[in-house]
């Protein structure tokens, strides 16, 4: 999505300043991976959720080198070798290989029906599984986790989420919202096993998974398990061919690489000590990218704060800043169980630091970029869990002549 995304805006810039080659190591075009869970779900298809088909390739008149790996990058030549010999030169390079799913290091990790969540062909085998398989265990109670397990539950097996800490999506979520949304996902025939670490798994003589070990003695038993536990940078490529790496390529402000011809954006980078699994910051790193490639060079990437939006099925929340807040912070919240919603602001110096809103989202927009504007809430300190419309109505109200 970062490297197809930094063509398009390229493309928007200067359209025929190059002659384009893209190598894809899978055999479609670009495809929205966020848009997988739905497709597990059977609420959408694989071809709705192709972003740029190869109609657009052949507009643009890009080559597109589907299906094939680049293996080597010979850096002096400026040169990309493929797997299967194929040697396509450039004048710039531009490495978006993205990331690829962890899997936790515990005995047993390698046996059969053990899968991960990250592309197309993990959603066909969850599919083809979940036909012949009884009991899922997903490892791993963030959002990727606990979307695997509802589409996995949408084709109608029993599904249990196993998850380290004491709350699901504990890097989103204070401990109420965590606990409304595991209610909610409970009610949907979702089952939960938390504060278990899985240390082992074994299975049966013919090397098909069976049960999952924890560090506390309890065990899980299971015939497939989906790990969604983080991924890595996929930085082995740039790596090989000498380029500096850490946990990621490492990257300047205009997204170039230590080699000046190249440049890296998405998931597989590292700038100034920063990893990134969101869609939003890498589309940014694109915008630079490209700026750069057109020859403007009049852009810099600046990392900024991240709200997180979250759709879970049908089920919203939101969250930004700083949340859970520290001794000295102040806590408003407003907890409607009739209607499952539930609003808690954080304020220090009279100022929004953090906000945690579920089940009515409708405001997280307003209240992040309250946050970012370190913006003085004084006058609306008494309104402002009501949300905007009701503090603009204050604001008005305020205004008109006493007598009306």
Not at 239 to 261: F, R, W
Request: glycine share 8%; with cysteine.
């Amino acid at each position: 999505m970062a490297g197809t995304r930094t063509l398009e805006e390229l493309l928007a810039l200067t359209p025929d300043k190059y002659d384009i080659s893209v190598i894809g190591d899978e055999h479609f075009g670009n495809y929205n991976r966020i848009m997988l869970s739905p497709v597990l779900a059977g609420e959408k298809t694989i071809e709705s959720i192709i972003m740029n088909d190869d109609a657009w390739y052949e507009h643009h008149n890009i080559t597109f080198y589907k299906g094939e790996r680049a293996a080597r990058i010979d850096r002096g030549r400026r040169r990309i070798s493929t797997a299967s010999g194929l040697e396509i030169p450039y004048d710039r390079l531009v490495l978006a290989t993205g990331s690829r799913p962890a899997r936790i290091p515990v005995p047993g990790n390698d046996l059969n029906n053990i899968l991960t969540f990250r592309d197309i062909s993990d959603v066909h085998d969850m599919l083809r599984l979940s036909k012949e398989k009884q009991h899922a265990a997903v490892v791993g109670g963030g959002l990727l986790g606990l979307e695997a397990a509802n589409g996995l539950r949408a084709q109608g097996i029993h599904v249990t989420v196993v998850h380290s800490s004491p709350s699901i999506l504990n890097r989103q979520l204070d401990e109420t919202a965590a606990k409304m949304l595991q209610q909610s996902l409970s009610d949907k025939g979702i089952e939960f096993c938390l504060n278990a670490r899985t240390v082992a798994l074994s299975g049966d003589q013919q090397g098909d998974v069976r049960e999952l070990h924890f560090k506390d003695g309890r065990s899980l038993q299971a015939d497939m398990v989906v790990m969604a536990t983080g991924v890595i940078p996929n930085h082995e490529l740039a790596l090989n061919s000498g380029l500096p790496c850490e946990k990621g390529i490492l990257v300047n402000d205009v997204l170039q690489t230590y080699d000046p011809a190249i440049y890296s954006v998405g998931e597989c980078i590292q700038h100034r000590g920063a990893v990134f699994g969101l869609v939003a910051p890498t589309y940014e790193q694109a915008k630079v990218c490209a700026n750069h490639l057109a020859e403007f060079g009049i852009a810099r990437y600046i990392q900024q704060a991240q709200a997180t939006k979250l759709k879970i099925t049908g089920i919203n929340a939101f969250s930004a800043g700083d949340f859970l807040g520290d001794d000295d912070a102040e806590f408003i919240t407003l907890h409607d169980r009739a209607l499952n919603h539930y609003k808690k602001l954080v304020i220090s110096n009279d100022r929004l630091i953090g906000a945690v809103l579920y089940g009515d989202t409708q405001d997280g927009a307003w209240l992040f970029d309250l946050i970012q504007q370190k913006a003085h809430i004084h006058s609306l300190r008494d309104q402002l869990i009501f949300g905007k419309d009701f503090c603009t109505l204050e604001t008005k109200l305020a205004a008109l002549p006493e007598a009306a």
